[in-house]
């Protein structure tokens, strides 16, 4: 029997990065594609996962979080933001990011209501929008030429807010680009959301991956700054992150939704029914990563970095059309520059007949023509991965 989705449902697909990765993993491809790192977590924050177990945290945490955590969380954006919340009414733990996500969402959109969102967009929130009965308003995010990087149009964006607005659904640094909005662009979007009175969920869980630029790709910015901090956004923002990508610990799925009481109280409300409270040793390993010193924090970041400039490197070696990104774990490459034309043919096919996975942007996008040739890779992984599946990418070419 085939049973149809929800109508407001049907435009849902499944994500090829399932196919993908285990297309990847039956071929024992180097999987440049899904961005989760092949590193182990740091050592102490394993040994606080454990710790926690060894004494007893077994059962329900409390819906918004054991309070151990959400004044981490506090001190975090304090430490590396200058941003002050209060732990009690400001902040909420949820299962990863996503469920911050999807609560926000879920809280303030009525059947109808336009969310703004960047194109291409992480799968999950136009996924979330078509659940919540709202309408996506994508604001398509320039491919990059060989002259300039992704670039997002400010006016365009501003053009993009009716009366129907409810969200800004903002994602810096981006994924699938690289993208890392500037300050300046923060503010400009700050003013537009101020004078629409419109509400936005910040997807900050890349908050320390950016990267410094290359000595030979001047211009790109290199520092992440919440849109909460921005002129007149604390009282309109939900500052959403998690713990997953910063310690390598994704399939912990401990995120966080950082808002002023009001907007904190609408989150909770629905956040309660999705999936009440999860994880509690792993809340109370979070503690202990968050608090960690400078010196773990620096080596994420730089790692990170050391990553994209070798695969930069190896890629421009071999003359690949390569985009540099100023955060995540992501670069973004025309497969234009390796004979072929179609990313999404060419990731489904590549693992089996290349040996190598990647992703193609074209599934970030509702509108993927002008993506069509690009894939994203992942830097996230061990150095000799990253060698390999270039080379084998290269190999590729015809
Ligand atoms: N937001 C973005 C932009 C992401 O790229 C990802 C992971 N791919 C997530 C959210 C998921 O975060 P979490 O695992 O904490 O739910």
Same mark, same amino acid.
């Given at each position: 029997?085939?049973?149809?989705?929800?109508?407001?449902?049907?435009?849902?697909?499944?994500?090829?990065?399932?196919?993908?990765?285990?297309?990847?993993?039956?071929?024992?491809?180097?999987?440049?594609?899904?961005?989760?790192?092949?590193?182990?977590?740091?050592?102490?924050?394993?040994?606080?996962?454990?710790?926690?177990?060894?004494?007893?945290?077994?059962?329900?945490?409390?819906?918004?979080?054991?309070?151990?955590?959400?004044?981490?969380?506090?001190?975090?954006?304090?430490?590396?933001?200058?941003?002050?919340?209060?732990?009690?009414?400001?902040?909420?733990?949820?299962?990863?990011?996503?469920?911050?996500?999807?609560?926000?969402?879920?809280?303030?959109?009525?059947?109808? $209501? &336009? =969310?703004?969102?960047?194109?291409?967009?992480?799968?999950?929130?136009?996924?979330?929008? %078509? #659940? *919540?009965?709202? /309408? @996506?308003?994508?604001?398509?995010?320039?491919?990059?030429?060989?002259?300039?990087?992704?670039?997002?149009?400010?006016?365009?964006?501003?053009?993009?807010?009716?009366?129907?607005?409810?969200?800004?659904?903002?994602?810096?640094?981006?994924?699938?680009?690289?993208?890392?909005?500037?300050?300046?662009?923060?503010?400009?979007?700050?003013?537009?959301?101020?004078?629409?009175?419109?509400?936005?969920?910040? $997807? &900050? =869980?890349?908050?320390?991956?950016?990267?410094?630029?290359?000595?030979?790709?001047?211009? %790109? #910015? *290199?520092?992440? /700054? @919440?849109?909460?901090?921005?002129?007149?956004?604390?009282?309109?923002?939900?500052?959403?992150?998690?713990?997953?990508?910063?310690?390598?610990?994704?399939?912990?799925?401990?995120?966080?939704?950082?808002?002023?009481?009001?907007?904190?109280?609408?989150?909770?409300?629905?956040?309660?029914?999705?999936?009440?409270?999860?994880?509690?040793?792993?809340?109370?390993?979070?503690?202990?990563?968050?608090?960690? $010193?400078?010196?773990?924090?620096?080596?994420?970041?730089?790692?990170?970095?050391?990553?994209?400039?070798?695969?930069?490197?190896?890629?421009?070696?071999?003359?690949?059309?390569?985009?540099?990104?100023?955060?995540?774990?992501?670069?973004?490459?025309?497969?234009?520059?390796?004979?072929?034309?179609?990313?999404?043919?060419?990731?489904?096919?590549?693992?089996?007949?290349?040996?190598?996975?990647?992703?193609?942007?074209?599934?970030?996008?509702?509108?993927?023509?002008?993506?069509?040739?690009?894939?994203?890779?992942?830097?996230?992984?061990?150095?000799?991965?990253?060698?390999?599946?270039?080379?084998?990418?290269?190999?590729?070419?015809?």
């Amino acid at each position: 029997m085939s049973v149809p989705l929800a109508v407001r449902l049907q435009g849902l697909r499944t994500s090829i990065f399932s196919e993908v990765s285990a297309a990847a993993a039956t071929h024992g491809a180097a999987n440049l594609g899904q961005g989760f790192p092949d590193d182990a977590p740091p050592p102490h924050v394993v040994a606080a996962a454990h710790a926690a177990l060894d004494a007893g945290h077994h059962q329900y945490a409390p819906g918004p979080g054991i309070p151990a955590l959400r004044r981490a969380v506090a001190d975090h954006q304090r430490r590396f933001h200058g941003h002050h919340v209060d732990p009690e009414t400001e902040v909420t733990i949820t299962f990863g990011a996503t469920e911050a996500v999807t609560a926000a969402i879920l809280a303030l959109c009525d059947p109808g $209501d &336009e =969310v703004i969102v960047l194109d291409p967009a992480y799968d999950s929130y136009p996924a979330i929008i %078509a #659940v *919540a009965g709202a /309408v @996506p308003v994508r604001v398509p995010i320039d491919p990059p030429t060989p002259q300039r990087g992704w670039h997002l149009d400010l006016d365009r964006l501003a053009a993009a807010f009716s009366p129907r607005t409810r969200l800004l659904v903002l994602n810096s640094p981006h994924n699938p680009t690289g993208l890392v909005l500037s300050v300046d662009e923060l503010d400009a979007i700050a003013a537009t959301c101020v004078r629409h009175d419109v509400v936005a969920v910040t $997807d &900050e =869980v890349y908050e320390h991956l950016v990267v410094h630029p290359h000595p030979r790709d001047e211009g %790109a #910015v *290199a520092h992440h /700054v @919440p849109l909460a901090t921005r002129p007149g956004m604390a009282e309109r923002t939900i500052t959403v992150s998690s713990a997953g990508k910063t310690f390598s610990v994704t399939g912990w799925k401990i995120g966080w939704a950082i808002a002023p009481p009001p907007l904190t109280t609408a989150v909770r409300a629905v956040k309660q029914f999705l999936s009440f409270a999860g994880g509690t040793p792993l809340q109370h390993a979070v503690v202990t990563a968050l608090g960690s $010193d400078d010196d773990t924090y620096a080596e994420v970041t730089e790692r990170n970095a050391r990553r994209h400039h070798l695969l930069l490197d190896h890629l421009r070696a071999a003359d690949v059309a390569v985009t540099p990104s100023a955060g995540t774990y992501f670069l973004t490459v025309d497969i234009a520059s390796l004979g072929y034309d179609d990313g999404e043919a060419y990731a489904r096919t590549a693992p089996a007949a290349h040996g190598v996975a990647v992703v193609p942007l074209a599934a970030f996008s509702a509108t993927p023509e002008p993506v069509r040739s690009l894939v994203r890779l992942a830097a996230c992984k061990r150095e000799e991965v990253l060698v390999e599946g270039v080379r084998r990418l290269v190999a590729s070419r015809r």
